[in-house]
C-alpha cells in the first residue's frame, strides 16, 4: 500500500490510460477522484471502483472550463477532501494540415491539453503548499518530442506541457512537491484500435519491442513517479514507448 491515506485525482479516468492509472493508485490504497466530461463517463468510474472493491469515485470535469475546474473543487472539499496528488491526463485531438486548420481546432486542443494543465495545476497547489507534499503527473506523448504530421496543434500542446512541468518543478521543490511527465508512446487503446491496420502496421515498424504498449505501462511508471521511491525526481520526462524514441 504505497499510497494509503493519499487522495489522488486523474483527469479522464473512464477508460484507456486514465482508467488504468486510475485503479492502478487505488489499488496502492489512494482514495481517487476519476473525472470524465458526461455524468455517464463518471457513473462508469464510480461503478469500476466498486466492483473492483477500491475507494475511488467519479465526477464530471471539462478541464478547458475553468467554472467546471472549481466546482469540482468545491465538490471534492464536501466529499474526500483537497487532492495532494494530481495526474492530468485528459486530453482531445484535432488533426488537421496546418493550411487546413480552422482556428477552433487550434485553440480547442490547446486550450484543452495545455490551458486544461495550467487549470488543475493552479487550483491543486494551494493545499500541497500548505501539507509540502505533493505530486503532479502530466501526461504528454512521444509525438510532444518528435512533432507529427497533420497534429500541429496537439503537439504544440503536449510540447508545451514538458516546458511547463520543468519550470513548475523549479517553482515547487523547495516545498516537497515534485512535477514529472509520463510520455507514452502509442498505446493500445480505444483510440488506436480504430486506426486503420495498415496504418498500425507503419507504426510498429518504429518501435523496437515489435508491440503497442499497454495502459497498464504507462500506469506502472505514474505509480513509480508518485510514490516515495521516485521522491528525489523532479522536472523529468519518462518516456515509454517501446524504444520508439530515446531522449
Request: proline share 2%; hydrophobic share 40%.
Amino acid at each position: 500500500m504505497l499510497l494509503k491515506g493519499k487522495i489522488a485525482l486523474v483527469t479522464g479516468a473512464s477508460r484507456g490510460i486514465g482508467e488504468a492509472i486510475a485503479v492502478n493508485l487505488a489499488k496502492q490504497g489512494a482514495t481517487v477522484v476519476g473525472t470524465a466530461t458526461s455524468q455517464q463517463g463518471a457513473d462508469k468510474i464510480s461503478d469500476n471502483f466498486s466492483q473492483k472493491d477500491l475507494k475511488g469515485k467519479g465526477f464530471v470535469l471539462d478541464v478547458s472550463q475553468q467554472d467546471s475546474v472549481e466546482k469540482l473543487f468545491q465538490a471534492l472539499s464536501e466529499d474526500v477532501g483537497a487532492p495532494n496528488i494530481l495526474v492530468n491526463n485528459a486530453a482531445i485531438n484535432q488533426d488537421n494540415l496546418l493550411l487546413r486548420m480552422k482556428d477552433e481546432e487550434w485553440s480547442s486542443v490547446i486550450d484543452a491539453n495545455l490551458t486544461g494543465v495550467y487549470r488543475l495545476c493552479k487550483i491543486c497547489l494551494t493545499p500541497m503548499f500548505r501539507q509540502r507534499w505533493g505530486r503532479i503527473i502530466n501526461i504528454s506523448s512521444v509525438v510532444g518530442a518528435t512533432g507529427n504530421a497533420g497534429q500541429v496543434n496537439y503537439t504544440a500542446a503536449k510540447a508545451g506541457v514538458i516546458a511547463f512541468s520543468k519550470s513548475l518543478a523549479q517553482e515547487m521543490a523547495s516545498r516537497g512537491i515534485t512535477v514529472n511527465v509520463v510520455a507514452p508512446g502509442f498505446v493500445d487503446t480505444d483510440m488506436t484500435k480504430e486506426l486503420p491496420e495498415v496504418y498500425r502496421k507503419e507504426i510498429l515498424k518504429k518501435v523496437p519491442m515489435k508491440r503497442l504498449g499497454k495502459p497498464e505501462d504507462i500506469a506502472d511508471a505514474v505509480l513509480f513517479l508518485v510514490s516515495e521511491h521516485a521522491s528525489y525526481i523532479t522536472g523529468e520526462t519518462i518516456h515509454v514507448n517501446g524504444g520508439m524514441y530515446m531522449h
